[in-house]
């Protein structure tokens, strides 16, 4: 009898950590928060991006990169046997229109490009260079390409496995719902200055390189990114902060939408009043502001 009572008691307290595990989890995906919705008049979905554009990087000249197509394991991909894609667009253009750049190249298994995150790097002769975090067969890498402007292709160059950092180190903690700002010095050390706490998921972060504002790609209810229901598709939320290192950041709510339209944003980036919204696996959107 005690020994029967005894086992009952480990089932039950087993059963008890479960549960909390499951709510602390579900808590930290935002698994019960609803948006109300935050409308861009200007806005329309871009052409030919159908199964996401989870990074993007635009340069000072009004060239945008975008990395599509990501596969990962727990995450809906509508096309999980396409390869993924560098897309470029043009903001400079009346419509500007996205477009595959061609990869050339030894070396890089083209089939199993599967890209993250994206950052560019411009030297002293205005040579562009992408850095693209990639996920070949779900291991990690990064890749370094040259951008050839005039053909409007990508050079494959070599994998690396470190990036260089600026003055300032923004960290999107995604579970946390926190972004971390550090301060880097001559020495290559850091300095942890503080960090923000927000409602939401918050995923990849661009800089506008004119005013110092940080654009965030927000996840409202990162629960449904991971458990995926067509008839209840994960929000999107796009936040601008302004004067992040201040005492006073201002953060502004700038686009929200329930999934009918854009699904699971993760990045936002501007250039001279546009702007590009990525998602991790649906579709990505261009807005006049």
Known sequence: MARGLLLLSLVVLALALVAERRAAFRARLNASREVKPVDLPHCHLIKGIETGAEDLEI?????AFLSCGLKYPGIKSF?????GEILLMDLNEEKPQAVVLPIHGQGLDRASLNPHGISTFTDE???VYLFVVNHPQFRTT???FKFQEEER???YLKTIQHELLPKYLYVAELLGHKIHIFEKHANGSLTALKALAFDTLVDNLSVDPTTGDVWVGCHPNGMRIFSYDPENPPPSEVLRIQNLVSSKPTVT?????????????TVASVYEGKLLIGTVFHRALY???
């Open 79 to 83: 096309d999980p046997h396409k390869p």
């Open 153 to 155: 292709s990508l050079l």
């Open 59 to 63: 340069l000072p000249h009004g060239l």
């Open 125 to 127: 002769d205005d040579t």
């Open 142 to 144: 990064v890749e370094l």
């Open 253 to 265: 709510q700038v686009y929200v939408e329930e999934g009918a339209i854009l699904q699971g944003s």
């Open 287 to 289: 807005c006049k502001l």
